[in-house]
Nanobody, 124 residues
Framework: QVQLVESVGGLVQAGDSLRLSCVSS????????MGWFRQVPGKGREFVAAIMWNGGTTDYADAVKGRFTISRDNAKNTLYLQMNSLKREDTAVYYC?????????????????WGQGTQVTVSS
């Protein structure tokens, strides 16, 4: 069993930066592909970014490419999402997730475990 706990998000202004972190319990963090998703009311969870086991390969949604950076520190069991040049449309609840199964890493079905979510609000 894996528990994922995201850091507190916050209220920021458009153009600001914010870093989210996600700490994983247990000693098997490095065995999981990790991802970030986000969700706004009335819509499904949207893929944001993913990172492979050793951090060597990453993938991003087009909407955040060039502005967001996903990274991980396996020694600290921690996943990060650095968000720069934030826009109002980035406002959402952000979730980190862990995937042990093979599957399309940009889809929610590939993930076994989810954090509780953290609210990020970007004002103009």
């Amino acid at each position: 069993q894996v528990q994922l706990v995201e850091s507190v998000g916050g209220l920021v202004q458009a153009g600001d930066s914010l870093r989210l972190s996600c700490v994983s319990s247990g000693r098997t963090f490095s065995r999981y592909r990790m991802g970030w998703f986000r969700q706004v009311p009335g819509k499904g969870r949207e893929f944001v970014a993913a990172i492979m086991w050793n951090g060597g390969t990453t993938d991003y949604a087009d909407a955040v490419k060039g502005r967001f950076t996903i990274s991980r520190d396996n020694a600290k069991n921690t996943l990060y999402l650095q968000m720069n040049s934030l826009k109002r449309e980035d406002t959402a609840v952000y979730y980190c997730a862990a995937a042990s199964r093979l599957g399309v890493i940009t889809t929610t079905s590939a993930y076994d475990y989810w954090g509780q979510g953290t609210q990020v609000t970007v004002s103009s």
